[in-house]
């Protein structure tokens, strides 16, 4: 199993980037997918997350408004759509896919700044 993010980068605030996250070997098909960033000498924060069947999508208050999350079955993808960016906003983004024994990508790194 694999999972490589991209689309990560330096942005000024106010603007967009969209990650992508693909998989092989499992599909999100059956598996839920979630984006969660680290930013330099924090923790984790879970970001966001599309369940596997019902594709409902759920937000941390932090982005709710602001970020998008979808996927693309028939690719194996899952994207963030990220607007209106702020420098708190930046951080390592990691695609994780499950949750009892999950896969995580190897992240893609989202810098916000003037």
């Known amino acids: 199993v694999q999972l490589v993010e991209s689309g990560g980068g330096l942005v000024e605030p106010g603007g967009s980037l969209m990650l992508s996250c693909v998989a092989s070997?499992?599909?999100?098909?059956?598996?839920?997918a979630m984006w969660v960033r680290q930013a330099p000498g924090k923790g984790p924060e879970w970001v966001s997350e599309?369940?596997?069947?019902?594709?409902?999508?759920d937000y941390a208050d932090s982005v709710q408004g602001r970020f998008i999350v979808s996927k693309n079955n028939a690719k194996n993808t899952v994207l963030l759509q990220m607007n209106s960016l702020k420098p708190d906003d930046t951080g390592v983004y990691y695609c994780?896919?499950?949750?009892?024994?999950?896969?995580w990508g190897q992240g893609t790194q989202v810098t916000v700044s003037s």
């Open positions: 994780r896919a499950g949750w009892a024994s999950p896969y």
């Open positions: 070997g499992l599909s999100f098909d059956s598996y839920d």
């Open positions: 599309i369940h596997s069947g019902t594709g409902r999508t």
